[in-house]
């Protein structure tokens, strides 16, 4: 599509999603530009973390529009979309016990050539490098997150889901996510993070959507955060 | 010692070999259910069916096409896998996310059908198949034949290929986090159905490649995998779903067990294998080397 009017990396509209018998997510439409980070925040079951496994192809039923760079998504199997160059790193982590932290590590394929190579990863996460024959959870939370950031920004992916990467981690921990994020971004990834804590996301992102009940009700760019925490707070709960 | 046991070192080394031999094919069998159900989710009770059909198939290839038993040790697991990739395809795909029985009750439909037709086509009294390392060596205490040497070494050394290539090697971490969590290994741009369908190959093969290797020892007979499975099954209860190693080192353990129990009390020979797999689900009802799941 050569007339594209923006440079969207993901054009989200109109996205159903279905768990079995219950529709959970009702019309979900958003937009992640180049280069940008952007949060979908919102309580509890809003459809955040459901929205994530719709765009990587997780849930299977799922129907609307997922575009990446313009190729629609909505009817690939989730290897196939992972293949074009989208990573997912899970809420639970999915850290494999089964398997070693190299093992881990070096588990997801190398997708695109440009992934970081395995002497960065160990630079932004010197701990994994310490623990490279551990099994895998046997880490702490905090190293279990960073591996489990670590090992998808090998692939040559360039755009990242983050489903709550500092839920349930120290602050030390939580600002080192910050940290790489932010240096992410510098690299040219493109970032949808999933986030209940909006102060932490609110340091990182460029823009936040709001969900509630399986779709988008407000966009708040992060300049105006300040002026809007009020709002943010009546949406969250908090 | 012997004297003192009651027991002449003959009896006592030949039960240690039929053994043995026994416990080599337990653990080829163990070993392709426990990754067959790992990645699957399927108990496969065809897994005897498929082994007879890998004796049969070398049996086929011999008289019918006079290919010679080397060529069929190669042939037969593959032309047998090659059935079970169908089958995978056909019907086994359907059932992954329904319950256990479900692949249970088609497995256990499936190797009913295949054992009929067998047994319509060769009758079930069993058809020679003929020993290609006649001979043996006395080793002083014992006589041992070449063919049996040969079951106990070329199982061994597949088993432990096996556990090589899944603990050891990228593939087999593929397979790993695949059994542990599929959905994500996808997400991470696997072809995990293609994945599950040779996985399945690959279990169904080692089960007929069982069956090759026992067609000289035994006579091949369209029962001969559903005398077998019943205690291959008690084996993998008792070994746990967990380890790979864990199959291998009980299938052979047991068939030891069950040699020596023929040597020193041979009325339980038959039933010593429940009688382990009573006591460890008491025990440890996850199997000696199983973890919950």
Excluded at chain 1, 146 to 157: E, F, N, V, W
Excluded at chain 2, 56 to 80: D, K, N, S
Aim: aromatic share 10%; with cysteine.
């Amino acid at each position: 599509m050569a007339d594209r009017a923006s440079d969207a990396e993901l054009e989200v509209a109109g996205l159903h999603g279905h768990y079995g018998e219950s529709h959970v997510l009702h019309g979900m439409a958003f937009e992640v530009r180049k280069g940008e980070v952007v949060t979908l925040l919102g309580r509890n079951g809003a459809g955040k973390t459901t929205t994530l496994k719709a765009v990587m192809g997780i849930l299977r039923s799922r129907s609307g529009s997922v575009r990446f760079r313009g190729a629609e998504l909505i009817a690939e199997p989730s290897n196939r979309i992972a293949r074009m160059g989208i990573a997912f790193c899970p809420e639970e982590r999915g850290i494999f016990a089964s398997l070693n932290v190299y093992e881990n590590l070096m588990l997801p394929p190398e997708v695109k050539p440009g992934g970081l190579p395995l002497d960065e990863i160990y630079k932004l996460f010197p701990n994994l490098k310490e623990r490279l024959g551990s099994q895998g959870t046997k880490l702490s939370g905090g190293e279990q997150q960073m591996l489990a950031i670590g090992r998808i920004l090998r692939t040559g992916a360039t755009l990242l889901l983050l489903d709550e990467p500092t839920e349930g981690l120290a602050p030390v921990i939580v600002q080192q996510i910050g940290a790489t994020i932010r240096l992410l971004k510098e690299r040219g990834f493109t970032v949808l993070l999933v986030e209940q804590n909006f102060r932490f996301a609110s340091t990182v992102a460029d823009r936040h959507y709001v969900v509630e009940h399986g779709r988008v009700v407000d966009m708040i760019p992060n300049a105006a955060v300040g002026e809007n925490v009020a709002k943010i707070e009546a949406y969250l709960g908090v | 010692m012997f004297e003192l046991l009651g027991v002449p070192p003959q009896a006592l080394f030949g039960q240690l070999l039929l053994g043995l031999i026994n416990g080599a094919f337990y653990a080829m069998m163990s070993l392709g259910l426990a990754v067959i159900f790992g990645l699957l989710n399927v108990i496969n009770f065809t897994h005897g069916a498929q082994y007879m059909m890998g004796a049969f198939c070398a049996w086929m290839l011999l008289e019918w096409a006079g290919i010679p038993y080397w060529g069929a040790l190669v042939l037969a697991p593959v032309i047998v896998g090659l059935t079970g990739i169908v089958l995978e395809r056909l019907f086994l795909r359907r059932l992954y996310h329904l319950d256990h029985l479900y692949g249970l009750l088609l497995t256990f439909g499936l190797s009913l059908i295949v054992e009929g037709l067998f047994r319509r086509e060769f009758g079930s009294s069993g058809l020679p198949y003929g020993n290609p390392m006649p001979g043996g060596t006395n080793l002083g205490f014992m006589f041992l034949p070449h063919y049996r040497a040969w079951i106990i070494v070329f199982s061994l050394a597949i088993c432990l290929a096996t556990w090589f290539v899944i603990e050891r090697t990228k593939l087999g971490s593929y397979l790993r986090a695949a059994t542990e969590r599929p959905e994500l290994v996808q997400a991470f741009g696997i072809n995990v159905p293609r994945m599950i369908t040779l996985t399945y190959g690959f279990g169904v093969g080692l089960a007929a490649l069982a069956g090759v290797l026992a067609a000289p020892a035994y006579n091949v007979s369209p029962v001969m995998g559903s005398n077998l499975i019943i205690v291959v099954f008690a084996v993998v209860v008792i070994g746990g779903m967990g380890s790979i190693m864990g199959s291998i080192v009980t299938g052979f353990a047991l068939g030891i067990v069950e040699g020596l129990t023929k040597v020193f009390y041979p009325e339980a020979s038959s039933t010593v294998i429940f009688i382990v797999m009573a006591i460890v689900l008491l025990l440890r009802p996850a199997g000696l080397f199983g973890t919950q799941r």
